[in-house]
């Protein structure tokens, strides 16, 4: 039985092409369909998106005359306007969320699913099924706050091969344990990975990574400061070895030898994304506000 798309239909997004030369369907899509990949190819015959002259088909070696029309069939999933966090922005190029603690920004060999990258995956796609996102940076599993996906591989392409140049403020809001000294300062060092993952500022040379981390102190009070801060590098853990080696781990950072957890996670916050858009050319600010359980600290 033919499957009832008709309902998430939208022809308006309907291509079709014309058959020049006696061929078969699967070569014809191939060399048609630019930027899909065979594998894409083959689940639109599968799932019966493509029709000759108006039927469909799943039929990889469909014969084709000259005059044939091939269409592909635009199906969308019903409607899924939310998402389990805020979305900051969405427009045509990008989509920005505030990632909550305790969320990979994508997959790792444990965990597929609970992301935020499949999750706004599932949201686009429930916009228009061929909707994708890509990666443009991520965020650690326990930092809450801006993250940003680049909504087509151009995008994604440009933010990676000019992030230096398009971003000019990557802040974040950190509680730490006591009060660095001194209160306002730039921490340069060269950070090395262990075979065990952990994370030390080390010499220059092979395998080690500059990083360069901003910080000054906002306020003080019951053993805790909380810092603004801003990088220039954006290496793994960087700003939660940084504190460490000034003597002030983030709070709730056992493994970067913090003492305590006043509220039951990692105290940083990814609070502000400033970057020149690629599409407009404007300067363009995300922000994240402090999450509440931030000022308890100080109470």
């Not at 805020?86 to 505030?98: A, C, R």
């Not at 699913?113 to 996102?133: E, F, G, P």
């Not at 080390?202 to 801060?229: F, H, M, R």
């Not at 996670?265 to 931030?294: I, V, W, Y």
Request: with cysteine.
């Amino acid at each position: 039985m033919q499957p009832n798309n008709s309902k998430y239909r939208d022809k308006s997004r309907e291509p079709s092409y014309t058959v020049a030369e006696p061929t078969t369907l699967l070569p014809f899509l191939l060399a048609t369909l630019k930027g899909k990949s065979r594998n894409n190819v083959k689940s639109l015959l599968s799932r019966k998106l493509v029709t000759v002259d108006g039927k469909p088909t799943s039929q990889f070696d469909t014969p084709l005359a000259p005059g044939q029309v091939v269409t592909i069939l635009s199906v969308s999933a019903p409607k899924q306007d939310t998402l389990p966090f805020p979305i900051l922005f969405e427009d045509e190029h990008l989509i920005v969320v505030n990632k909550p603690a305790k969320l990979l920004s994508v997959g790792n060999e444990k965990e597929k699913v609970r992301t935020a990258y499949h999750m706004v995956t599932d949201y686009v796609k429930s916009q228009h099924i061929d909707n994708r996102i890509f990666v443009i940076h991520r965020l650690d599993r326990d930092t809450s706050g801006v993250l940003m996906f680049a909504k087509d591989e151009a995008t994604k392409e440009l933010f990676q091969s000019r992030w230096n140049d398009i971003v000019t403020r990557r802040g974040y809001l950190a509680v730490v344990e006591g009060t660095p000294r001194p209160e306002r300062d730039t921490i340069h060092s060269y950070l090395v990975e262990t075979k065990t993952h952990m994370i030390f500022s080390g010499d220059p040379g092979p395998g080690a990574k500059e990083a360069i981390t901003n910080y000054e102190v906002i306020k003080s009070g019951s053993g805790y400061s909380l810092l603004d801060i801003s990088i220039d590098t954006g290496r793994k853990n960087q700003i939660r070895v940084h504190m460490k080696e000034r003597g002030c781990p983030i709070a709730g950072d056992k493994q970067y030898d913090a003492r305590t957890n006043p509220i039951g996670r990692l105290c940083l916050h990814a609070n502000e994304l400033s970057f020149t858009h690629p599409a407009t050319g404007q300067p363009t600010t995300f922000k994240a506000k402090m999450p509440r359980d931030f000022n308890r600290v100080f109470r």
